[in-house]
């Protein structure tokens, strides 16, 4: 029983390697341009050895999805922790969405491959669902109640269009650093909540 749960531990660590390698070829060369070989390669480990711990390589993607998906989620609830106020909880939403080393064209392009894939894969698309709820959780956060159930749902349609549509400025033309993909965010959300609101969410919470 010992020798099988160690076993199962290590091959439970190598494939969160090949997971982690398998993002790191898909920042790479994008979503069809994860090999096996490439994954393989990336890992340290030998040809072939990809089949032995996954299924195919639909699973391989699947888990490299949801493991990029992690890190977002974590990096972004390390900042909301430090927040103070609901406007920190939004630059932390926000900028948690534009990771500083990750926001190249070759990464939105990466991307891009994976947001056209959910039209065609339930997987994909249960995982975008998942991201769209999160962001939705977070904004309810931030607002605290204050706003309706309405006004929430087009908060959180107008932050993600943001979100989303500067990912794919990024892709499409490279000629949009972080920090102003960051502020034309914030120009959008300062019009939407308009200057009593704004000023609340930037007022400490006593």
Same mark, same amino acid.
């Given at each position: 029983?010992?020798?099988? *749960?160690?076993?199962?531990?290590? &091959? ?10 398998? =993002?790191?070829?898909?920042? &790479? =060369? $994008?979503?069809? $341009? ?7 390669? %990336? ?10 711990? @996954?299924?195919?390589?639909? %699973?391989?993607? @699947?888990?490299?999805?949801? /493991? ?5 989620? &974590? ?6 922790? !430090? ?8 630059? !932390?939403?926000? &900028?948690?969405?534009?990771?500083? *080393? ?5 990464? !939105? ?7 056209? %894939? ?5 997987? /994909? ?6 991201? /769209? ?31 989303? $549509? ?13 920090? %102003? ?8 959300? *300062? *019009? ?10 930037? =007022?400490?919470?006593?």
């Amino acid at each position: 029983m010992a020798t099988h *749960s160690k076993r199962t531990k290590i &091959e439970d660590i190598r494939r969160v390697e090949l997971i982690a390698a398998a =993002h790191r070829v898909f920042l &790479e =060369h $994008g979503l069809h $341009g994860m090999t096996s070989a490439r994954i393989c390669r %990336e890992a340290g480990m030998s040809p072939g050895i990809l089949a032995y711990y @996954f299924k195919g390589k639909d %699973e391989v993607l @699947f888990g490299m999805v949801r /493991y990029n998906n992690r890190l977002l989620m &974590e990096d972004v609830i390390a900042r909301l922790k !430090a927040a103070r106020t609901g406007w920190e909880r939004l630059e !932390a939403i926000v &900028e948690g969405n534009f990771p500083a *080393s990750a926001f190249t064209r070759p990464i !939105a392009n990466a991307w891009l491959s994976v947001c056209a %894939e959910a039209g065609v894969n339930p997987q /994909y698309a249960r995982l975008q669902r998942l991201f /769209y709820r999160r962001l939705r959780s977070n904004l309810a956060s931030v607002f605290d109640g204050a706003a309706a159930e309405s006004r929430l749902r087009e908060a959180s349609f107008i932050i993600a269009a943001l979100i989303d $549509g500067l990912w794919l400025r990024k892709a499409a033309a490279d000629d949009l650093g972080r920090d %102003e993909a960051i502020s034309l965010v914030f120009s959008g959300i *300062s *019009s939407l909540l308009g200057d009593g609101e704004e000023r609340r969410l930037r =007022h400490p919470a006593v």
